[in-house]
């Protein structure tokens, strides 16, 4: 964390808001920093009043008795209200007349390592994807799924991810969607947790020439998940696949023999749309719950301002996320259709066929607004200038970061060489849990500096504040909190009443705990300077640490270990493991049996949580009541001199084990 605070205490340049952006735009919904602070101030003064009208902009079955219901920690929104989010996001364009607009622009991987211009790209229109999506859900009503019923959704990024969730929210259907790079033991979990009776999948997924087995990981998922009745299938690779009797089905034989007739269910505002699985400090990933009403007002409002979006201005916004995460759920689907700006979804890797692969799909499609993460930028930096510069990147208007702090080297770069200085640039911050943007700058409108996610979004009382509550003065570093609900916000832990209270609502009384360390400057502006607890973010990917720890302990040789996470160039954090064998495998530790564990933990969850770096030791430093001190093995495993105070240290000799070099 320190190194993070002086580098943004030396960051001071300021950008004021892109003239280009604002003669370019059409509508700019918060023209200036005077407009924001008034509004900012009418939210959160007359919460009821401003999300009241920001509701009336969506399609209601039955209107609200009351705006917001607010029993700490407990909000409900558009109470009594009544809607269907696929009917928001597409039916109401479809009635609307906008039927032949495109909703989803969706590009695969090149199947040719010759060039990135053989791209295979579908165009999906509202009244296309009122076809699929309906059909789907009359498929999902064939196979048994009821209204409430969790349906897991484990594809790779095809239309047809898109359309399941759709199609589960248009029926009642809370989906869980897993990210296709999770390993099999990663779906047992998850949908055990859900009791998911039903999984949707693919047969495999491109990425970089090579085939991710989703059907086989299901299929082994499923040894351990008697109550899965049935699998979906969508066939992509055409790869060789098992397809079990009465439990597995083809996309392709019975979705498109369904009726086109399925209408939207009413749902209650406060009815789960989602479940989506995070990681948090302790034990297995939380099912973090989104509900209908608040989750769709939330997700598409923070889209329509802080990206700008305007319908029929030849706007395409490009998130380059995951479906499998959050970003992907509100800014790809559930934030974009609502505002009617085409979205942009692909499949495989920024970096195959080429390392142009992101420019050319710009170029191609005139992409006029680009979302990515810290570690993106930084890869794109390495692989080299030349790569933007040989494509044609003017129809762009505005940049987007988020899942990490960005390092002020990598905003200029993408400033200066993807935006040609003239586009802003909006960090957005924010998380699983909070549905949408809780602080970014609006473009147009907020001077940026890099590094910041600069104010809050309208109707979020952030603070920085001390253990007790107390907010803490300009440029003190504390814990980032929000005294009041939002509309986005999670409304539970699946299942687990006790976690959620203990992990957002009992470490500072009254107020959402984010779980993340900042500061406030004199302007106001916010520093994100990292996770306080042992969430690790890699490559914008949120993992445990003990959950990577728990993977490590299931192999034969591990007797103990402790994962944290040390500053890597590419990733923001890379992931290092200390781990300490069982006596028969003393002798040999070496680099193959490391390259073992790094194996056995991709095997476990997933290539995303693969430790960087094992260092194996005779014993982890410990406190006298047996706690592993992990700050001081960030600290070794950074190659740093600690500077903790090791006075409670249980062992002196450990620490100085551990500073040996061990290869
Ligand atoms: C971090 C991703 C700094 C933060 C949307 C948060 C950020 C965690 C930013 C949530 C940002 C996300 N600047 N840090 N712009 N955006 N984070 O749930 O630590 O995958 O708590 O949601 O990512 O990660 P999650």
Request: proline content about 6%; overall charge negative; charged content about 25%.
């Amino acid at each position: 964390m320190s190194e993070s605070i002086t580098s943004v205490l030396q960051e001071n340049r300021v950008f004021e808001p892109s003239e280009h952006f604002r003669s370019g735009i059409g509508p700019n919904y918060v023209p200036d920093l005077q407009t924001y602070h008034a509004r900012f101030k009418r939210s959160i003064d007359d919460p009821s009043g401003f999300w009241g009208e920001v509701a009336d902009g969506f399609n209601w079955f039955k209107k609200w008795t009351s705006v917001v219901e607010w029993k700490l920690p407990d909000a409900r929104w558009f109470v009594g209200a009544t809607t269907n989010v696929c009917d928001n996001c597409i039916d109401r364009q479809v009635r609307d007349g906008h039927g032949d607009d495109v909703a989803i622009l969706w590009e695969g991987e090149p199947s040719t390592l010759a060039t990135t211009d053989d791209a295979e790209v579908r165009r999906l229109t509202y009244s296309q994807l009122q076809l699929e999506v309906s059909r789907t859900a009359n498929a999902l009503k064939s196979l048994g799924v009821r209204r409430g019923d969790v349906v897991t959704i484990y594809m790779g990024m095809v239309p047809e991810l898109a359309i399941a969730m759709l199609a589960c929210a248009r029926i009642g259907a809370p989906h869980s969607v897993i990210f296709g790079g999770f390993a099999p033991p990663a779906i047992v979990d998850r949908a055990q947790d859900a009791k998911s009776k039903i999984i949707v999948t693919c047969d495999g997924a491109w990425r970089r020439g090579h085939i991710v087995p989703l059907k086989a990981n299901v299929d082994e998922a499923c040894e351990k998940l008697p109550d899965v009745a049935s699998v979906l299938v969508v066939s992509r690779t055409n790869c060789p696949v098992n397809m079990r009797a009465g439990r597995d089905h083809w996309w392709h034989e019975i979705v498109p023999t369904q009726s086109t007739d399925c209408p939207c269910e009413e749902m209650d505002s406060e009815d789960l749309l989602f479940l989506l699985y995070t990681s948090g400090s302790t034990g297995k990933p939380k099912g973090i719950c989104h509900t209908t009403g608040g989750y769709m007002v939330y997700t598409a409002f923070t889209a329509k301002m802080t990206f700008n979006l305007v319908p029929d201005r030849g706007q395409v916004f490009f998130c380059t996320a995951d479906i499998g995460w959050i970003t992907g759920h509100s800014y790809i689907v559930y934030g974009m259709l609502p505002n009617r700006v085409p979205t942009v979804m692909y499949e495989g890797a920024p970096n195959f066929p080429a390392e142009d692969r992101i420019w050319a799909m710009i170029e191609r499609h005139k992409i006029t607004h680009f979302y990515t993460a810290p570690t993106a930028i930084r890869a794109f930096m390495k692989w080299g200038d030349e790569h933007p510069h040989k494509h044609d990147l003017s129809s762009l208007l505005l940049l987007g970061t988020v899942g990490e702090p960005i390092n002020p080297e990598a905003w200029i770069w993408y400033h200066e060489k993807i935006g040609s200085s003239r586009c802003p640039i909006v960090d957005t911050m924010w998380q699983t849990e909070t549905g949408g943007h809780i602080l970014t700058p609006l473009p147009g409108c907020t001077p940026t500096v890099p590094g910041s996610c600069t104010l809050p979004f309208f109707g979020v009382d952030a603070a920085i504040v001390d253990e007790n509550g107390a907010e803490l003065p300009a440029n003190q570093g504390g814990l980032l909190v929000i005294r009041r609900p939002w509309p986005g916000m999670l409304r539970g832990i699946h299942g687990d009443r006790a976690r959620f209270i203990e992990t957002y609502w009992s470490k500072v009384k009254g107020m959402y705990v984010a779980g993340d360390g900042a500061r406030r400057d004199e302007r106001g502006y916010f520093w994100i300077m990292g996770r306080i607890d042992d969430v690790i973010n890699v490559s914008g990917h949120r993992l445990g640490t003990m959950e990577i720890e728990s993977a490590l302990v299931s192999h034969e040789s591990v007797v103990e270990a402790a994962v944290v996470g040390i500053p890597h160039e590419i990733k923001g954090t890379g992931i290092a493991a200390f781990v300490t064998l069982a006596p028969q495998y003393k002798g040999v530790a070496d680099n193959a049996l490391r390259k073992r564990l790094m194996d056995h933990v991709s095997k476990e969850i997933g290539p995303i949580a693969r430790p960087d770096m094992i260092r194996f030791t005779a014993s982890l430093p410990k406190t006298r009541s047996g706690k592993i001190m992990r700050r001081l093995l960030r600290d070794i495993a950074a190659g740093k001199e600690s500077t903790q105070d090791t006075t409670t240290l249980e062992d002196f000799a450990v620490l100085a084990k551990l500073r040996e070099v061990d290869e």
